[in-house]
């Protein structure tokens, strides 16, 4: 059983941080994909980073500059530290999975159950 769950969210001010973290349990960690996703609300869940088995990473527009995706295969840990925290970066983010490199794209099999992160201005 997969099981992948999210922590460190919260409330900041504008052109604040914040680490996210995502635990991860159930499978070969070090072979998936993994990736960071959010959702505002009335609005689609959008990818923001992603990386895969080799490390690689890929941001979206949005957040390239301002947000870091890494992972700690030993400890079976997907961080993002997010800086210089605007209020649009408002959301619910989740952390995904698979073996499948989907890119940004929410098609991963895999999902947290989500923390919430608010920036205000």
């Known amino acids: 059983q997969v099981h992948l769950v999210e922590s460190g969210g919260g409330s900041v001010q504008s052109g604040g941080s914040l680490r996210l973290s995502c635990a991860v349990s159930g499978y070969t960690y070090s072979t998936y994909c993994m990736g960071w996703f959010r959702q505002a609300p009335g609005k689609e869940r959008e990818g923001i980073a992603i990386?895969?088995?080799?490390?690689?990473?890929r941001y979206a527009d949005s957040v390239k500059g301002r947000f870091t995706i890494s992972r700690d295969n030993a400890n079976n840990i997907l961080y993002l530290q997010m800086n210089s925290l605007k209020a649009e970066d408002t959301g619910m983010y989740y952390c995904a999975a698979d073996r499948v490199d989907w890119r940004l794209l929410p098609r991963y099999n895999y999902w947290g159950q989500g923390t919430q992160v608010t920036v205000s201005s």
């Open positions: 990386i895969d088995s080799d490390s690689n990473t």
